[in-house]
């Protein structure tokens, strides 16, 4: 086969109008700290840390120079029956970052694969502890729990579902807590809903609790628009949850590693769940990785398995890779030398005060933040016309500003190394953009 530079057609690109980008696409060349570079040789700033994974910005050296380190010292080491030392010490230096009680780490590549490896991982508990008919799962509408069978399945969003036949049997799903006529431009998390977190109690009323497994919520929405939970919500779940036997899966694949100001979502909210998944920040987008973070109660109902050697039947080749274990050491040495976490949380209240600023922009209905997390959601035109959200992302990107679009909800998560001028730069650019679109 010949090389093809500037022939698109081969790669089929993921959750992508894939028609749409390639007559007019938008191609990156390079990237340093705050900015990508465009291929065509523009800055362009980087108002969502990528897919909301380079906390510390992009090249952070320390972080690319430890992989560089790493290849040449072991490219790999097998995962199954075999160890490499880097990957207990990411173990460890993850585990400290979570709540007491939750010391234990499985690593995954993905947030995906961490929300699945947290679905076998709390119906094997349950089956550990003698109690197999606990099988049920219970997500969310509006949920994101990436591509997998298990996270399509407890996600909320219809497209990732529907054309994927009859998924996991077994699963149901809480109400969103997304309320525009009660809530709109809240900031920080809104004062309405916490009580739909009963829904849980309809479910366990309909099914008995004796046949439900886990629930799975992210405690912040992120891919579906930045959906806050309402206050005393995340509280709320928990206390039922205890009440019923069934186990709490905070899905952190976006909360954790600061994103909030904190170490993760659980630390902000002050709520402990029995499993956390997370991804993207582990190693601030530098090389894939993810993780499940299980209570030591979990871990050790797996380790007292008398069935088999082997305690859980579970995991990838590429499971604590030590590329992945490099850049996630010196992703958690940077976010904490840097003091980035704290550095978002002081940065929280001018991030809210500028995309607040924008209430009365055209065809605005609602703005969201939470720590260094924004949304703006915008009037859906009627009928098939293309989402303003869409024209807004194309927008921003010729005016020097990357945004992110779920529809017609623009969502922003800056690296925490942003600046006050350019937080100015993202909403004094998405002002401009906003007047243009009719
Ligand atoms: N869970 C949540 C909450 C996410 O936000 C994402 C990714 N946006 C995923 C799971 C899936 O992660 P990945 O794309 O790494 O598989």
């Known amino acids: 086969m010949s090389n093809r530079p500037n022939d698109l057609s081969s790669y089929w690109m993921p959750y992508t109008a894939n028609r749409a980008f390639k007559q007019d696409p938008r191609m990156i060349a390079a990237a340093d700290g705050m900015f990508y570079k465009s291929a065509d040789g523009r800055d362009i700033l980087d108002g969502t840390a990528g897919l909301w994974c380079v906390n510390a910005g992009h090249n952070a050296r320390r972080i690319t120079e430890a992989v560089q380190k790493q290849v040449a010292e072991l490219d790999y080491a097998p995962s199954f029956q075999f160890g490499h030392p880097k990957a207990f010490e990411f173990a460890n ?25 947290a679905l076998k ?17 219970i997500g969310r509408e509006r949920g994101y729990h990436g591509s997998g069978f298990g996270g399509i399945s407890v996600g909320g969003i219809v497209k990732n579902r529907m054309y994927y036949g009859s998924l996991l049997t077994g699963v149901d ?24 977190a009963d829904g849980l109690i309809d479910i366990a009323t309909l099914h ?27 509280k709320r779940l928990r206390e039922l949850c205890d009440r019923y036997g069934i186990l709490l899966i905070f899905d952190e694949v976006i909360t954790a590693f600061g994103r909030l100001g904190a170490n993760s ?48 039947f579970h995991g990838f080749t590429y499971s604590g890779h030590p590329l992945a274990a490099a850049a996630g050491l010196a992703s958690l040495d940077t976010y904490a030398q840097d003091d980035l ?10 991030w809210e005060e500028a995309i607040h600023s924008l209430k009365d922009a055209p065809n605005v209905i609602d703005i969201r933040n939470l720590g260094l997390v924004g949304a703006i959601e915008l009037e859906p035109r009627a009928g098939a016309a293309a989402a303003r959200g869409t024209e807004a992302m194309i927008k921003a990107w010729e005016r020097g500003v990357m945004i992110r679009v779920t529809g017609d909800i623009i969502a922003l998560s800056p ?21 243009s679109i009719a």
């Open 173 to 196: 799903h809480l109400p969103h807590t997304h309320d525009l006529t009660l809530n709109a431009f809240s900031r920080g998390c809104p004062e309405h809903g916490a009580e739909k």
């Open 208 to 234: 008995d609790p004796s046949t439900i497994a886990a629930v799975i919520v992210e405690p912040m929405a992120g891919s579906t628009g930045v959906l806050l939970p309402p206050k005393g919500y995340l």
């Open 121 to 137: 991982i709390a119906l094997h508990y349950h089956r550990m502890r003698g109690d197999a008919a606990r099988t049920r799962l």
């Open 341 to 350: 976490f704290e550095r978002a949380a002081a940065l929280a209240p001018y």
């Open 265 to 312: 979502a659980a630390d902000y909210f002050g709520v402990k769940p029995d499993i956390i998944t997370t991804a993207k920040g582990i190693t601030n987008g530098v090389v894939p990785a993810g993780a499940v973070i299980v209570s030591n109660e979990i871990y050790q109902s797996a380790m007292d398995n008398a069935d088999a050697p082997i305690e859980l």
């Open 415 to 435: 690296p925490l190394i942003i600046e006050k001028s350019q937080i100015d730069q993202i909403f004094g650019t998405l002002s401009s953009v906003l007047d």
């Open 93 to 117: 230096r993850v585990a400290d970052l979570f709540p007491d009680g939750m010391d234990h780490v499985f690593f995954t590549n993905s947030g995906s694969e961490a929300v699945d490896s």
